[in-house]
């Protein structure tokens, strides 16, 4: 099973909104990514948590909190957004992360997140 | 950082068709792999390929890391070849850095 799920799969919120993206695995990966992606563009690395532990933080600013509450799951809690958050937010894992990089990614589906 | 060139950046193709996709890199990669997304946004993981040639039915990579170029091969291409494909890679640290993606219609 190479299967990471993420819910929800669609979002709306105002910019005053708190609200939460879920991320689940159960390959026994140790290491999960969050990406953004806008419309016809690559997806853009935001946090990497290697072992639970926070290990990359892409300068995100902190309307973006990510949380990692188990090597299963991944939270990324959202909170005053902006319009220009709109975007596809993917979620992804691997085995680990070590000297050499990480291995095989394996993607979510993604959640569409719209602000208004 | 490293940086990822592909192309081409679309292709339009005749079902049935061949293709071949290049992605070059700027430095040495550690990990390597090539992407397919579909139209719904979906990332579907083709190969994992720092070096060498791999197979999967219709499709075939090959990366040679010391020219620091991978290509895939698309054979008989289908109307769910679709999408946009990236390749992506690292070169050592935990960042993963995707290409632009090449996207790909195949016409029925």
């Not at chain 1, 105002?14 to 993206?21: A, E, I, P, R, V």
């Not at chain 1, 958050?85 to 291995?103: F, I, K, M, P, T």
């Not at chain 2, 068709?17 to 579907?44: K, M």
Request: charged residues 15%; glycine residues 8%.
């Amino acid at each position: 099973d190479t299967e990471v799920t993420q819910t929800p799969k669609h979002l709306v919120m105002g910019m005053t909104n708190k609200k939460s993206l879920k991320c689940e695995q159960h390959m026994g990966h140790r290491a999960m990514y969050w990406y953004k992606q806008k419309a016809k563009k690559p997806p853009e690395l935001m946090f990497v948590y290697s072992y639970e532990k926070l290990s990359i933080n892409e300068s995100v600013p902190s309307r973006f909190s990510p949380e990692c509450p188990n090597s299963s799951l991944l939270n990324l809690h959202l909170h005053a957004l902006q319009p220009e958050d709109s975007a596809l937010y993917l979620c992804a894992s691997s085995r680990r992360l070590d000297v050499a990089g990480q291995e095989t990614q394996y993607f979510g589906p993604g959640t569409r997140l719209l602000v208004l | 950082g490293i940086q990822v060139e592909q192309s081409p950046p679309d292709l339009i193709l005749q079902e049935g068709a061949n293709s071949t996709l290049r992605c070059n890199f700027s430095d040495s990669v550690n990990n390597l792999q090539w992407f397919h997304q579909n139209p719904w946004g979906q990332l579907i993981n083709l190969f994992y390929i720092p070096s060498g040639t791999k197979q999967n039915g219709r499709l075939s990579a090959t990366t040679v890391a010391t020219e620091r170029y991978s290509l895939l091969y698309i054979s008989s291409s289908q109307t769910t070849d679709s999408g946009v494909y990236f390749c992506a890679g690292n070169t050592g640290g935990f960042k993963t850095i995707f290409g632009a993606g090449t996207r790909l219609f195949v016409k029925a």
